[in-house]
């Protein structure tokens, strides 16, 4: 009988060492304030999160920045306000950044991914042409989704995951000084890694 206990035992902790830690990919941003964990969501937004997870497999986040900011001083008091900050590797690798592919656009009318507070989701020009590029929402922002107003071509943008721990570390970066929509300094980026 302890013979059988023990091999039950050992066959769920067998078990418990080969599966996945998570059940959707988590990413740390290892920024010079502190850790951000993100959980990503394949299931909904599957090239999107595709895309993130091999740039940070090719390096690509190495070395970069969080390297503008939107907030309620720096935007026309005409438009509708964003609160948010940007990051990627725009700055810092221009010359690969320039050779990315357009990841095809995901929007939140199909993904169902809101860009509430903590939304992590691709920058981008025209749908479609968003590549390593990232912005993390600090507030609810409603304008940023499918038929919003922050978009003149009203498609929003691609919400991909949440941030799950480090919202403190967010806000820190987000009240850092600013010039004209631009962190002066950027706040740096060691590396973005999947746990």
Same mark, same amino acid.
């Given at each position: 009988?302890?013979?059988?206990?023990?091999?039950?035992? #050992?066959?769920?902790?067998?078990?418990?060492?080969?599966?996945? %830690?998570?059940?959707?990919? /988590?990413?740390?941003?290892? !920024?010079?304030?502190?850790?951000?964990?993100?959980?990503?969501?394949p299931?909904?937004?599957? %090239? #999107?999160?595709?895309?993130?997870?091999?740039?940070?497999?090719?390096? &690509? &986040?190495?070395? *970069?920045?969080?390297?503008? =900011?939107?907030?309620?001083?720096?935007?026309?008091?005409?438009?509708d306000?964003?609160?948010?900050?940007?990051?990627?590797? &725009?700055?810092?690798? $221009?010359? @690969?950044?320039?050779?990315? +592919?357009?990841?095809? /656009?995901? *929007?939140?009318?199909?993904?169902?991914?809101? /860009? %509430? %507070?903590?939304?992590? #989701?691709?920058?981008?020009?025209?749908?479609? +042409?968003? !590549?390593?590029?990232?912005?993390?929402?600090?507030?609810?922002?409603?304008?940023?989704? &499918?038929?919003?107003?922050n978009?003149?071509?009203?498609?929003?943008?691609?919400?991909?995951?949440? @941030?799950?721990?480090?919202?403190?570390? @967010? !806000?820190?970066?987000?009240?850092?000084?600013?010039?004209?929509?631009?962190?002066?300094? $950027? =706040?740096?980026?060691?590396?973005?890694?999947?746990?």
């Open positions: 009988m302890r013979n059988q206990y023990l091999f039950i035992l #050992s066959l769920n902790l067998l078990m418990g060492a080969c599966s996945p %830690k998570y059940k959707n990919p /988590h990413i740390e941003i290892q !920024t010079s304030k502190g850790e951000i964990e993100v959980e990503l969501y299931d909904q937004a599957p %090239k #999107s999160v595709q895309a993130f997870l091999s740039y940070i497999k090719k390096g &690509y &986040y190495k070395n *970069s920045s969080f390297y503008r =900011v939107l907030n309620d001083d720096n935007q026309p008091s005409n438009a306000k964003a609160e948010l900050i940007q990051g990627g590797m &725009y700055k810092s690798m $221009p010359k @690969v950044h320039d050779t990315l +592919t357009g990841i095809p /656009h995901e *929007s939140t009318a199909q993904t169902h991914l809101l /860009h %509430k %507070k903590g939304t992590i #989701s691709l920058a981008r020009l025209a749908p479609g +042409t968003a !590549t390593s590029e990232f912005f993390i929402c600090l507030s609810d922002q409603p304008g940023f989704d &499918y038929g919003g107003e978009n003149p071509d009203k498609q929003g943008y691609a919400a991909f995951g949440k @941030v799950i721990k480090g919202m403190d570390i @967010v !806000t820190k970066i987000y009240n850092q000084n600013e010039d004209n929509q631009s962190f002066d300094p $950027p =706040v740096p980026i060691y590396n973005i890694i999947q746990l």
